[in-house]
């Protein structure tokens, strides 16, 4: 490989380095014990002490809410995804009104706390 | 620029000093009520064990403050925080009766001085003067208890009958007989400005949209 390509490639990986660090820098500096508290007193009363989506008033809700211990949906959503939900309610990632916009009542820490805390819940068992 | 930021610093910690000298002691009579419940606002109220009443004068009627006092029944299916009456059995959550308490029952003259003593404290009068735009009207109950459960989602956490509803809020089928209309309209725009450790979040609702919904909680006492 000649010199000029090789710059170039390190550039490159350079750029990739930095555009990786930077977008999971806010999740990294997230607190996931402060989200586990977070959860505990907001999510679970829907959600469940164990995140398993069977909350104390889930059986009152026309719709079951998300079990946040399941693998495979947890996975397939993105950071930006789940901050999106919680932050601008149900209805904005097409599922039900009857998951709060908690945006208005929740800090963008505490919801990047939350979310920390549910990548352990779901995926790192 | 020094000598500003102690200028500045001794303005914010002479503020809480002076709202302090404002607080009256508390009375005899409620000295057993402080070991549950906030009645300072400096105290802070780690423990969630049971509704903060330091605005009382700001939250209830007095009339039913009164009644209650002496024949209390219970408001919260789950009690004073859901968290800590919960059992968690194969990842399914219920209720634990057995770790709900009977509130304590006081006499009808006790009742009348502790109503009272907790209707004059109204530390939030700025708040509540916010929402006296609110003029109660009228709502058809079923295009109320529509909005109530299936639009704002109110009903996941509330009951707006006895049989109906989640169970981690108070019940709100009683709501219009112990709360000032004020109060309800403000609670529900943001419930946190008036406890920071509320479970309820604020939905960003217009006024339009809260007048509606506190019109519901009105007929739901009225029907009967």
């Known amino acids: 490989m000649n010199r000029e390509a090789n710059i170039f490639l390190n550039c490159l990986l350079g750029l990739a380095l930095i555009l990786t660090l930077g977008m999971s820098a806010a999740l990294e500096a997230a607190d996931a014990e402060q989200g586990r508290l977070l959860y505990r007193e907001n999510c679970a009363q829907c959600h469940g002490l164990e995140g398993s989506g069977k909350g104390i008033n889930a059986p009152h809700l026309e719709v ?4 946040h211990t399941d693998y495979e949906e947890m996975n397939a959503r993105t950071n930006e995804e789940l901050f999106k939900a919680i932050s601008e309610g149900g209805q904005a990632v097409n599922k039900s009104v009857l998951m709060p916009n908690w945006g208005h009542t929740l800090s963008e820490e505490d919801i990047n706390n939350l ?3 549910l990548r352990k819940l779901c995926c790192e068992q | 620029m020094f000598i500003l930021r102690n200028i500045v610093l001794l303005t914010l910690t002479a503020v809480p000093t002076s709202l302090l000298a ?3 002691p508390i ?8 070991s549950c419940h906030q009645l300072d ?3 802070g109220n780690t423990a969630h064990a049971a509704p903060p009443l330091f605005y009382a004068g700001n939250k209830y009627r007095q ?3 009164e009644q209650w006092l002496q024949a209390p029944y219970r408001l919260r299916p789950a009690g004073g925080f859901f968290a800590d009456h919960v059992i968690t059995e194969d990842g399914i959550d ?11 029952a006081v006499d009808s003259s006790k009742a009348a001085d502790i109503a009272d003593w907790l209707m004059s404290l109204t530390p939030m009068d700025d708040l509540l003067a916010a929402s006296s735009d609110y003029q109660p009207g009228s709502v058809s109950p079923r295009m109320g208890a529509m909005d109530f459960v299936k639009f704002k989602g ?4 509330h009951r707006d009958t006895p049989e109906y509803g989640g169970l981690s809020g108070p019940e709100l089928y009683t709501a219009w007989q112990r709360l000032q209309p004020q109060f309800i309209v403000s609670f529900i725009k943001d419930p946190r400005a008036w406890n920071p450790d509320s479970a309820m979040p604020s939905r960003g609702l217009n006024d339009g949209q809260i007048h509606k919904l506190a019109d519901y909680l009105k007929i739901l006492t009225n029907e009967d």
Not at chain 2, 27 to 34: D, L, V, W, Y
Not at chain 2, 94 to 104: C, G, K, R, Y
């Open chain 2, 63 to 65: 009339e039913w403050l």
């Open chain 1, 64 to 67: 079951a809410p998300r079990n």
């Open chain 2, 22 to 24: 404002q607080e009256a």
């Open chain 2, 27 to 34: 009375p005899a009579i409620a000295e057993a009520c402080a």
């Open chain 2, 154 to 157: 109110c009903g996941g956490c």
């Open chain 1, 115 to 117: 979310i920390a805390f």
């Open chain 2, 94 to 104: 219920s209720v634990d009766e057995a770790s709900l308490q009977d509130h304590m």
């Open chain 2, 41 to 43: 606002r400096s105290e």
